[in-house]
C-alpha cells in the first residue's frame, strides 16, 4: 500500500473548484429557463373541453356514368346501319344512340351532360355537317348541346341521341366526299359538375 501523504486541495484550488461548479449550476438554470420560455413555457392554467359533434361523420357524393349496353347508329329513319360501312351523301341524317344511368348524389350538386365531339369531325362540323344533342328523361333540360344534371337525375337511365345530318343546300362541287369512317370514331359521353 502507498503510504505517501495525500496533500489536501491547497486553500487557493478549493474556492476556485466550487466557483466553477457554481457557475456551472447557474448556467444550467438559465438554459432551462430560456427553454421553458422559448417553447411557451408550462405553466399551467385552467382548461376544458367538451366533444362537438364527435359522433358526426361526412360523406361525398357522386358524379357518374354507367353504360349497360354501347351505342348503336341508326339512320335518318331510325333504321339500324353499321356505321364503318355506311356511307353519307348530302341530306342525309345519321344518329348515334346511348342509354346510360346517370348517379347524381349530393345536397346542391348541378352537373351538365354533353357529346365530346371527336377532333377529326370538327373540321367539317358547321360547313357540311349539322349536329344536334338530344337527351330524354332528365328532369330538367335546357334543350341545346348540352343538358342540365341535378340530384333529381339520380339513378336515371337518360336515352342520348347525337344527330348528324350532312348538308345538301352548302356542299358544292366535290366538298365534303371521302370523309372517312373514323371520323365518326371517339365519341364520349361527359358528365361534369358544375361549380
Do not use: C
Request: charge should be negative; hydrophobic fraction near 40%.
Amino acid at each position: 500500500m502507498n503510504a505517501a501523504s495525500q496533500n489536501p486541495l491547497s486553500e487557493s484550488t478549493a474556492p476556485a473548484g466550487r466557483n466553477r461548479r457554481a457557475g456551472k449550476a447557474v448556467l444550467a438554470g438559465a438554459v432551462a429557463l430560456g427553454l421553458l420560455a422559448a417553447g411557451g413555457g408550462t405553466f399551467s392554467k385552467w382548461s376544458d373541453s367538451e366533444a362537438v359533434a364527435s359522433d358526426d361523420t361526412v360523406s361525398t357524393g357522386e358524379l357518374s356514368l354507367a353504360l349497360a349496353e354501347g351505342a348503336t347508329w341508326t339512320d335518318g329513319a331510325d333504321r339500324p346501319i353499321d356505321i364503318d360501312t355506311y356511307q353519307v351523301v348530302p341530306g342525309d341524317t345519321v344518329k348515334l344512340k346511348v342509354s346510360p344511368t346517370i348517379q347524381a348524389e349530393g345536397d346542391n350538386l348541378k352537373g351538365t351532360l354533353a357529346l365530346d365531339l371527336p377532333a377529326n369531325l370538327e373540321p367539317v362540323l358547321g360547313t357540311y355537317v349539322d349536329h344536334d344533342l338530344e337527351v330524354r328523361g332528365l328532369q330538367d333540360t335546357n334543350g341545346d348541346k348540352v343538358h342540365d344534371v341535378t340530384e333529381a337525375d339520380d339513378n336515371t337511365t337518360v336515352d342520348v341521341t347525337a344527330a348528324f345530318t350532312w348538308k345538301a343546300d352548302s356542299v358544292t362541287d366535290q366538298q365534303g366526299q371521302n370523309i372517312p369512317a373514323q371520323a365518326l370514331k371517339g365519341f364520349d359521353l361527359v358528365l361534369d359538375q358544375s361549380l
